[in-house]
């Protein structure tokens, strides 16, 4: 079994930086692609990034390039997401989810987080 455990999250003002982390169980973590998503009120839940086994690859939806960057450390079992210059629009909860392939679909991610709550403010 399986189990995702995020932190990090909190409220930050406009323009600030978070860098969440999410602890994942079992010795095969480097086996698996790696990835963020978010889900504001009221909406569905959207891909933000992936990461490759390795760590060599990464892939990041286009309303977070440049801003977000996920990263891994398989000796630590643990995926981050580092997130600078955030926006009120970067409001949501945020989930870590371990995948079967290097995608931004949902159904391509087997394991999820409890989610980690992310308030930007303005």
């Known amino acids: 079994q399986v189990q995702l455990v995020e932190s990090g999250g909190g409220l930050v003002q406009a323009g600030g930086s978070l860098r969440l982390s999410c602890a994942v169980s079992?010795?095969?973590?480097?086996?698996?692609?790696m990835g963020w998503f978010r889900q504001a009120p009221g909406k569905e839940r959207e891909f933000a990034a992936a990461?490759?086994?390795?760590?060599?690859?990464?892939y990041y939806a286009d309303s977070v390039v440049g801003r977000f960057t996920i990263s891994r450390d398989n000796t630590k079992s643990t995926v981050y997401l580092q997130m600078n210059s955030l926006k009120p629009e970067d409001t949501a909860v945020y989930y870590c989810?371990?995948?079967?392939?290097?995608?931004?679909?949902?159904?391509?991610?087997?394991?999820w987080g409890q989610g980690t709550q992310v308030t930007v403010s303005s």
């Open positions: 989810a371990r995948g079967s392939v290097y995608s931004q679909r949902t159904n391509d991610y087997d394991y």
């Open positions: 079992g010795p095969t973590f480097s086996m698996h692609v």
């Open positions: 990461i490759s086994r390795s760590g060599s690859g990464t």
